[in-house]
């Protein structure tokens, strides 16, 4: 289908600006909990971490400014390939970490213009561009499959639970959080594994990101009025979604410091 057509690299992130979150994988959770509140929700598979992009459905999200720019301090790895996604095979004769890779022609990136990228070379291999993005999702796939492993032993000990709420900041529904008495109540030896096995990084991460969740509010109420008022200009600049973004944590954290935080979620 794509073997004369050519497909161009993306320049904006516009495409993740409605997201509410994306799922991550265990090996970028510390940089990932640095930028976003890190929370759980249930997939086909079981559960997934995934970093909250907005903390209301239907929101843009203060991490993409007006002309696409992304303005967060890491890119999660499930936005850096447009307009390619791969889904998961499942493994057949013991064969792993098998995946189809997909393009979106929504995003006006495949084009018929010789000067970008081919699809495939001369012989029908896969060109030696899109060869580096099959082996990013190669190796993604295999971050996901350990990542869903590392979830399984924290289901396993029954530390899911929805989250009600971070300092009275409302999450999306359907989101997961751990119960914090659940897990202050395990054994010894559940202690023991979930360090061995890494997922207490996971959990941990996970806890000490939550402190995102009313900044990242205030930064989306403060977007939100400001488009209420009558502007001067016809679009806001750059500038002005950084500054909304550095108040918002500014003020967070002079609260915090008032109150002592608590960086577990009451569930």
């Not at 907005?54 to 720019?69: I, K, L, N, W």
């Not at 971050?143 to 399984?152: H, Q, S, V, W, Y």
Request: hydrophobic content about 45%.
């Amino acid at each position: 289908m794509h073997g004369h057509r050519f497909w161009r690299r993306f320049k904006s992130y516009d495409f993740a600006r409605d997201l509410t979150d994306c799922p991550i994988v265990e090996a970028e959770v510390l940089q990932g909990a640095a930028a976003f509140p890190i929370v759980f929700k249930a997939a086909d598979a079981g559960v997934e971490p995934v970093a909250l992009l907005s903390m209301t459905h239907g929101a843009s999200t203060p991490f993409v400014s007006a002309d696409g720019t992304w303005l967060a301090t890491y890119v999660p790895s499930a936005l850096r390939c447009p307009p390619f996604h791969a889904s998961r095979i499942e493994p057949k004769n013991a064969i792993t970490n098998q995946f189809q890779l997909f393009v979106d022609e929504t995003l006006g990136l495949v084009t018929d213009e010789p000067s970008d990228e081919a699809f495939f070379d001369e012989s029908g291999v896969l060109a030696p561009e899109l060869q580096k993005v099959s082996a990013f999702f190669q190796a993604r796939i295999a971050a996901a499959e350990e990542t869903a492993r590392l979830c399984d032993v924290i289901a396993e000990m029954n530390l899911f639970a929805p989250v009600a709420n971070h300092h009275g900041i409302e999450f999306p529904d359907e989101t997961l959080g751990i119960n914090s008495k659940a897990l202050k109540g395990l054994s010894q030896a559940q202690k023991t594994m979930l360090a061995s096995s890494g997922a207490l990084r996971l959990i941990h991460a996970h806890q000490i990101s939550l402190s995102h969740s009313s900044w990242l509010t205030q930064a989306q109420l403060q977007a939100g009025q400001a488009e209420k008022q009558p502007r001067l200009n016809s679009m806001p600049s750059v500038s002005d979604f950084l500054d909304a973004i550095a108040t918002a944590q500014h003020s967070e954290q002079r609260l915090e410091s008032r109150e002592g935080k608590n960086l577990h979620a009451s569930v």
